[in-house]
């Protein structure tokens, strides 16, 4: 038996925002309290969702505070702002920082819990109010998940916290709103996506569902990331990436993530790394080491991606896949943590407490190799 999770009331496509309002009514839900950051209040998109619901005889009421990789204390900030009305449904509208606090602060609402005592291994599954996720980057796939990730900022821990109760009802999945997004963004946030593919793909817990997904995720984002990068007005690369980025985020959430997002995590909370660039960092040595764990697997990553051929031998295509990795980082400008300027003497004091935290994370144990504390130090 495979028990999934998935959003019940997805609009997918141009223009899909415009459906917000007939997706609440069909989902029940009348009170919304809206989640956003700064840029998103500033670019109008916030004054036309608010437009829009108005129309519908829908006031809302929105925080605008949200930061990014969200801390227990804007998480708070927001709750705080929601007890002032009364909503049945919380909106997440942004990149995945405040879709994750959407997701926090709707179990918060309901629940007498704290962040900390959410964090993986516990998982939520007591439903909190309704999540409606309206994603404006095509990366995290958040607004596919049973997932939020919280940053606790006094032991600079990003905590991975799981359960249905996580689960959007609604998703508004419209790859126009992903237009607006500069180079670094695009390429940073589509490589998370193209991470949760494989890893989803390679995952210990992968089912055939998941399989379905993931292999039409990396082959969509593998193609038209590039274009979405260079051309930011290619209507039909944004619309595969996101796609993708969807796909994607509904096969991790159903199978799960491995070691680069173990190891992402600890990176990006030390060192306030942007998620996707840390997974990218990550990505090619990663899967260097992981492919005698799944030969076979990656060879057919490669193969659907359009790397290696049939009759390519699985070694070989495993290898054609990490060179086409390796590749595609210095095309798109990722560099190695060594080169990314991170403090180097810090860097070496927290190799073992970031091992340990990855390690605690459970995402190194879905790997199809697993490590152990001095395989992530190395
Ligand atoms: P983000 O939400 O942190 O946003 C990064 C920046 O991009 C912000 O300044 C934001 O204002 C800006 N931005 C967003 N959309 C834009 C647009 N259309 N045009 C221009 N600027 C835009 O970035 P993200 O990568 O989407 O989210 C990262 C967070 O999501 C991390 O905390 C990560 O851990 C988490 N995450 C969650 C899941 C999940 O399943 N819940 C999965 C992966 C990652």
Request: hydrophobic share 45%; proline share 7%; charged share 20%.
């Amino acid at each position: 038996m495979t028990a999934l999770y998935l959003p019940p009331f997805v609009r997918l496509g141009g223009g899909a925002l415009n459906d917000l309002p007939d997706a609440l009514r069909l989902a029940g839900l009348k009170t919304p309290f809206l989640i956003t950051d700064q840029f998103m209040a500033s670019s109008g998109l916030l004054d036309r969702v608010s437009t829009l619901l108005h129309e519908a005889g829908i006031e809302l009421r929105a925080f605008t505070d949200a930061v990014p990789d969200p801390t227990i204390t804007s998480v708070n900030a927001a709750l705080t702002a929601l007890r002032e009305g009364r909503h049945d449904c919380v909106i997440g509208l942004g990149g995945g920082s405040p879709i994750d606090t959407a997701k926090m602060v709707a179990v918060l609402a309901v629940h007498d819990t704290t962040p900390a005592s959410l964090r993986a291994p516990f998982m939520q599954d007591e439903p909190g109010l309704a999540i409606v996720a309206i994603p404006t980057t095509a990366g995290t796939g958040s607004e596919a998940t049973r997932v939020t990730v919280i940053t606790d900022e006094t032991t600079d821990e990003k905590m991975l916290c799981m359960g249905a109760a996580y689960q959007p009802r609604i998703a508004i999945v419209d790859y126009e709103l992903t237009l607006s997004m500069p180079q670094r963004l695009t390429a940073d946030t589509g490589t998370d996506a193209l991470t949760h593919a494989l890893e989803a793909y390679v995952s210990r817990r992968a089912s055939p569902f998941t399989d379905a997904l993931a292999l039409t995720a990396m082959a969509r984002i593998w193609k038209y990331l590039p274009a979405a990068c260079t051309d930011p007005g290619n209507h039909e690369a944004r619309a595969a990436v996101m796609q993708g980025a969807f796909e994607a985020g509904m096969a991790f959430s159903n199978a799960s993530v491995a070691l680069v997002h173990g190891m992402s995590r600890p990176i990006g909370a030390h060192f306030h790394v942007a998620h996707g660039l840390s997974n990218a960092m990550l990505l090619p040595e990663i899967t260097a080491w992981s492919l005698p764990g799944a030969k076979q697997r990656y060879a057919t990553c490669a193969r659907v991606m359009g790397l290696a051929g049939e009759d390519d031998p699985d070694s070989v295509a495993g290898a054609i896949l990490v060179d086409a990795l390796r590749k595609r980082n210095a095309e798109i400008g990722v560099p190695s943590p060594r080169t990314f300027g991170l403090n180097a003497a810090r860097w070496d004091n927290l190799l073992p407490l970031m091992a340990e935290q990855a390690l605690a994370s459970g995402s190194p144990a879905n790997n199809p190799r697993i490590p152990d504390a001095d395989d992530i130090i190395e």
